[in-house]
């Protein structure tokens, strides 16, 4: 059966991708300069206030479960209704609740409230990923993308050189300091909303119903490897999240600019590894940096053992500096896959069921990680107890990491098609 002019016109100009204006750069900006404050720095507030090992574990499983559980609900309604309505709506929303966390002095109300904010934040992350979809092509997709992630994790190296510059030597109260951030977060998120507004976007001609878009990434098998690795990752990553936000504070005897100063470290090398080694993914493809990058980053628990060990943050500044190139690849060639795996109109779809697994298993690896620090104290010493969950985790991402190399590759490397057409 031929298709009609009109038909083979439309599908052409599906392929071509948006132009990348400015109105993006300023959404990944803004967006990121919040997400970069209020991620980590809720943890660090929790410990403030007086958490213990089990109810960090519950705040960062609360986080990484209602950020992904319900991102395949909201990545079928952005495919539906399109990208900018849920990318607007849940920065405004994101705004007004860190904002709010400055009034909370309990652990418990904080878990309740972080539940909710990640619940409503969760509805940007399908659009964000589907929407960079739109602004690239298979063939640039690795360059757009760095492109794009450079502007953001400079937003997030400048997010933290605010916050440094604004508490550095302050004589004002720990119980205030420890505030800036969100309410830098808030405004900022807020203002990405705004931002929204202009943005282009690309028509989707190809909706699914509702239980074949939660599915039909399965039936991909490339792509349903990818999902299973990506998931004993997740676990395998996350174990020792709640521990890192512990030990940051203890090391840094509740500095809020030291703890700036080390994830500026971890965003300068982030951002600067997103901006010159996206075009590499796309020259020799995206299966050995995702193998490179997740094997690489057993140096993070390797640092925070190190750390521990000398009672000192420096260890960990240089270790987070490190790390942070690692994770650019890991970032971009991760989305790069999903993105290659995904038609046009279920981008947001697969990038969903990817978020809800991973999601799913970072809950459970930080559970059990929080857990086992409680645990283990019963028989050690809290520092022997720490160092014990940061080994195992450790050995999980070096096995994790090897895995990858049992994927299969989707895009056909730059290199080898040069090498195809000779």
């Not at 993006?24 to 410990?47: E, Q």
């Not at 997103?274 to 690489?296: A, E, V, W």
């Not at 500044?317 to 989305?335: D, N, P, Y």
Request: with cysteine; hydrophobic share 50%; charged share 15%.
């Amino acid at each position: 059966m031929k298709m009609s002019k009109e038909e083979v016109s439309d599908r052409e100009i599906e392929k071509v991708s948006l132009k990348l204006s400015k109105s993006l750069f300023l959404v990944a900006g803004f967006s990121s300069f919040s997400v970069s404050l209020f991620n980590p720095f809720l943890n660090f507030y929790a410990v403030f206030i007086g958490a213990s090992f089990t109810e960090l574990g519950w705040l960062t499983s609360a986080k990484n479960l209602f950020l992904n559980v319900f991102q395949l609900f909201w990545g079928y309604l952005s495919d539906l209704k399109g990208k900018r309505i849920f990318l607007g709506v849940g920065y405004l929303f994101t705004g007004l609740l860190v904002l709010t966390v400055c009034w909370v002095n309990s652990s418990l109300v904080l878990i309740g409230l972080v539940t909710l904010l990640y619940f409503l934040y969760s509805m940007t992350l399908p659009s964000w990923t589907s929407l960079l979809g739109d602004y690239s092509e298979e063939s640039t997709r690795g360059k757009v993308l760095g492109i794009v992630g450079f502007v953001s994790q400079f937003a997030s190296v400048t997010a933290y050189l605010v916050v440094v510059t604004l508490t550095f030597n302050s004589k004002l109260s720990n119980e205030f300091l420890i505030k800036i951030p969100f309410i830098l977060a808030g405004f900022t998120s807020l203002t990405a909303s705004f931002f929204v507004l202009p943005l282009k976007e690309k028509r989707n001609n190809q909706i699914r119903k509702i239980a074949e878009s939660f599915t039909g990434s399965f039936k991909v098998g490339n792509y349903r490897r990818f999902l299973y690795l990506s998931s004993f990752n997740a676990f395998s990553m996350s174990l020792v999240w709640p521990i890192f936000s512990y030990l940051t504070v203890l090391l840094t005897n509740n500095t809020v600019w030291e703890m700036a100063l080390i994830w500026g470290a971890w965003s300068i090398s982030n951002s600067l590894g997103q901006r010159f080694l996206g075009k590499l993914i796309d020259l020799y493809g995206r299966k050995p940096f995702l193998i490179i990058s997740k094997f690489s980053l057993f140096v993070v628990p390797l640092g925070y053992i190190l750390s521990n060990l000398s009672s000192s943050w420096v260890e960990l500044f240089v270790v987070m500096l490190t790390a942070g190139v690692f994770m650019s690849l890991s970032i971009v060639s991760e989305t790069a896959y999903i993105l290659d795996c995904a038609e046009e109109g279920e981008r947001a779809s697969f990038t969903a069921m990817f978020n809800f697994l991973t999601g799913i298993f970072s809950f459970t690896g930080s559970m059990v990680g929080g857990f086992l620090t409680d645990l283990f104290k019963f028989s050690f010493t809290t520092s022997t107890s720490l160092n014990l969950v940061l080994l195992v985790s450790l050995v999980l991402r070096v096995v994790s990491g090897l895995s990858y190399k049992t994927l299969k590759e989707v895009h056909v490397p730059i290199r080898q098609q040069s090498s195809f057409s000779s």
